[in-house]
């Protein structure tokens, strides 16, 4: 190997190490949203044939910013919403049976299975911390467009009027969507 081969290969090496601890670094705490940024400077690596090079390179990582729970990548553990994901089995129980009320066209009793989908919907911002701001904003949003769509579904349901109990149950399916698509893949079942 020539000279300069040599130093290009240990300067690769060198900045790939780098790469690596500081990964390992914010893989390893608790709270990596937390902590300050990991530094390495000036690494020395020594190669396979036992020579060490001085890269003098400095590599600075800055841990991804967000709320507690989030790992370097920014991207929020499931299991920050463990609350979350049981409230939502809830709610899509209650939505079913909120469908099911609806497809036999017992609207007198809409009011009790639209509000119990609404009472359980309003659990999720409580359980929501790890939510970025914009998506708990937006939680917020789209739980106060259930309470209204619960308002509606009564309404409609109370003057006996199938075609509004109907348009107002696929608002509250789209809104039901919304909420879910908030959290991380996977989360919500």
């Not at 780098?18 to 020594?46: E, F, N, Q, W």
């Not at 609806?102 to 309003?122: G, M, Q, Y």
């Not at 914009?134 to 209204?148: G, M, R």
Request: one cysteine or more; aromatic letters at 2%; hydrophobic letters at 35%.
């Amino acid at each position: 190997m020539t000279r300069n081969t040599h130093l290009h290969s240990a300067l690769l090496k060198g900045i790939g190490a780098s790469l690596l601890i500081v990964a390992l670094a914010g893989c390893g705490s608790k709270d990596a949203g937390d902590t300050a940024p990991t530094t390495s400077t000036g690494s020395t690596t020594t190669s396979t044939d036992g020579a060490s090079s001085n890269s003098g390179a400095t590599n600075s990582a800055q841990p991804a910013t967000g709320t507690s729970g989030t790992g370097t990548s920014g991207v929020t553990s499931a299991a920050s919403f463990t609350g979350a994901a049981a409230t939502w089995t809830k709610v899509t129980a209650a939505k079913a049976a909120l469908d099911s009320v609806i497809a036999s066209k017992n609207l007198k009793t809409v009011h009790e299975a639209a509000f119990k989908v609404r009472d359980i919907v309003r659990l999720l911002p409580g359980q929501s911390s790890g939510l970025a701001p914009d998506k708990a904003k937006t939680l917020a949003t789209q739980v106060k467009n259930v309470d209204q769509l619960a308002s509606k579904l009564d309404e409609a349901g109370d003057s006996n009027n199938l075609k509004a109990t109907q348009d107002n149950q696929a608002g509250l399916s789209d809104t039901l969507d919304t909420i879910h698509d908030l959290y991380p893949s996977g989360t919500l079942k």
